[in-house]
């Protein structure tokens, strides 16, 4: 499991899997409640198995210390914005301090 964050729109991702490939997550499921500060969407594969969690308003629904730990989603690959999962092989090029611009979030892309 790992997770992402854009900080500018303040976007987070669960990931559930090592990779989602695109078209993979066919269906979102938005949870609603009136408790949440944020919106949350499930996506699922075909099969009704669970990839990933989409959490706008991050910031409101998740714990400061989990999104301390989070990416800032820019892996320096490809364009798909899946960096595999696993463990850094070397440097990072990322900062923590919110310094990196990140492209504008786009719904539905994961």
Known sequence: MR???????????VYLVDRID??????????EADELRGEIVLDLDRNGTLLGIE????????RP??????G???DGGDDSGQDGGGQDDGPDDRQDDGG?????YEPGLR
């Open 100 to 104: 990196v611009t990140l492209p504008p």
């Open 3 to 13: 997770i992402e964050h854009d900080r500018e729109n303040d976007v987070a991702y």
């Open 55 to 62: 959490i706008i308003g991050a910031s409101y629904v998740l």
């Open 72 to 74: 800032d989603g820019s």
């Open 22 to 31: 695109a078209g993979e997550a066919e269906t979102q499921v938005q949870v």
């Open 65 to 70: 210390e989990v999104l301390a730990q989070a």
